[in-house]
């Protein structure tokens, strides 16, 4: 996963999923803004956030920034977020990380994972199927912004296709 993100306190639910996902995904709970933005100027860390103040302070600085809009379901976030960075829809348990701390997890058995930092352990259960669920919503929803599968595909222009999406999505977070 080549992708690495910053989220603020507002999105401590969608720094779970770009874990379990399997991105590098620090969060904070309460740091000030310029905190984050030095953090993801070092790092080369997309900051991920509700916070207009924030998103125009890294953008200033050089930072890529995602400006989440409010009231926006994680499977919709998910999918701009697959669209805009090309990112996979898809867990893969060897890849995922922690989603307490960000640390790397290890097979422990066949259905069993640990993370090496903080020693929680993860397991195939019920909740495998909310997890499929979700990435389902949020797959339908990429593909309805106009990209096959997940990656992002070319069309037959040069152009990116979901391009127009991640216009829509920057329209509708500056006005």
């Not at 997890?105 to 929680?120: A, F, P």
């Not at 499929?132 to 069309?155: C, D, F, H, P």
Request: with cysteine; proline share 1%.
């Amino acid at each position: 996963m080549t992708q690495k993100f910053i989220v603020d306190a507002m999105l401590g639910k969608l720094a779970r999923w770009l874990r379990i996902l399997g991105y590098d995904t620090l969060y904070y709970k309460d740091a000030e803004d310029w905190r984050i933005v030095k953090r993801a100027e070092e790092d080369k860390r997309i900051v991920v956030t509700r916070d207009r103040g924030l998103c125009n302070r890294a953008r200033k600085r050089g930072v890529e920034c995602f400006l989440v809009v409010p009231d926006t379901e994680v499977e919709r976030t998910l999918a701009e977020l697959a669209v805009k960075y090309g990112l996979y829809l898809d867990v893969n348990p060897e890849a995922s990380r922690c989603t307490e701390c960000n640390g790397i997890l290890e097979k422990r058995d066949k259905n069993l994972w640990r993370c090496t930092r903080c020693g929680k352990e993860y397991w195939k259960g019920r909740h495998w199927d909310t997890i499929t669920e979700v990435l389902i919503k949020a797959q339908a929803l990429m593909e309805s912004y106009g990209t096959a599968g997940n990656s992002r595909v070319r069309s037959g222009k040069g152009k990116v296709a979901g391009e127009d999406s991640s216009e829509r999505h920057k329209e509708e977070t500056e006005t």
